[in-house]
């Protein structure tokens, strides 16, 4: 188990007009596709706590309020194989709870299924970090998972 849970287990992502996002508990991941052989002096990348700009050649891409807070100093962007934008961000809640229903307010929502579907695999995650020593990358999981699932603290060990 020395890889990350999220490499373990894949992603879910949520598909949009220009690539796609995905999140873990920690972070939110954006995957810009950009026309081959685009330069990082073509790049226009603006990271705050609540808002993200994105412009590829002076074209705006992403632009707006974002769902929740992140700690702007460690948001980054690169550009890979000069044809993809990867964002990442850092979430400021970084619980199972805190799953983004979609990545700019009331812009790029998931759809229901890759909602519901985003919340079991941070609940997973969660589990995961509650519980070293087990491996919760392959496990399905069914029930109370809204809001990080049920919470286990109160049980004497």
């Known amino acids: 188990m020395s890889a990350p849970f999220e490499e373990r287990s894949g992603v879910v992502p949520c598909a949009t007009p ?5 999140q873990t ?10 026309p081959p052989g685009t330069r990082a002096k073509d790049i226009e990348c603006s990271l705050k706590s609540r808002h993200l700009a994105l412009a590829v050649a ?10 929740d807070s992140t700690i702007a ?18 979430k400021t809640n970084r619980d199972a709870g805190n799953c983004w ?4 307010e009331n812009e790029y929502a998931a759809d229901p299924w890759v909602q519901d579907q985003m919340q079991r695999k941070l609940t997973l995650e969660r589990f995961q970090r509650e519980n070293p020593g087990f491996d919760f990358s392959g496990a399905e999981i069914s029930g109370n998972y809204s809001k990080g699932g049920p919470d286990f603290s109160s049980l004497e060990k």
């Not at 220009?18 to 995905?22: A, V």
């Not at 002076?58 to 769902?67: C, E, Q, Y």
């Not at 100093?73 to 850092?90: A, F, M």
Request: no cysteine.
């Open 25 to 34: 508990m920690e972070e939110v991941f954006i995957e810009v596709q950009v």
């Open 101 to 104: 229903s979609s990545l700019l």
């Open 58 to 67: 002076g074209r705006d891409v992403l632009k707006g309020k974002l769902f």
């Open 18 to 22: 220009w690539g796609r996002w995905y």
């Open 73 to 90: 100093d460690e948001g980054t962007w690169t550009l890979e194989d000069r044809k993809l934008i990867r964002i990442v961000l850092t």
